[in-house]
């Protein structure tokens, strides 16, 4: 009997490394004015700078779900 160790879709994630800087900087710009400018202006933000929506969505509203930088 083997030993397999499975990996979970959050540690799996946690693992890739972000090879996409500008998103990240984004996505950290939105964050940061959501208490002064409101969750509503950060989409819109992230909207006209190209962020793709499920991005957006993931860190705006399921902040939990955000890779660690």
Do not use: C, K
């Not at 890739?16 to 998103?23: A, N, V, Y």
């Not at 969750?39 to 700078?49: G, H, I, K, N, S």
């Not at 705006?60 to 890779?67: D, K, Q, S, T």
């Amino acid at each position: 009997m083997m030993n397999e160790t499975r990996e979970l879709p959050a540690e799996a994630a946690q693992r890739r490394q972000r090879t996409d800087s500008r998103t990240r900087d984004l996505v950290n710009q939105a964050i940061a004015s959501v208490p002064t400018l409101g969750l509503q202006r950060a989409a819109e933000f992230l909207a006209t700078m190209n962020v793709p929506a499920e991005v957006a969505v993931r860190v705006l509203v399921y902040p939990h779900r955000r890779r660690a930088n």
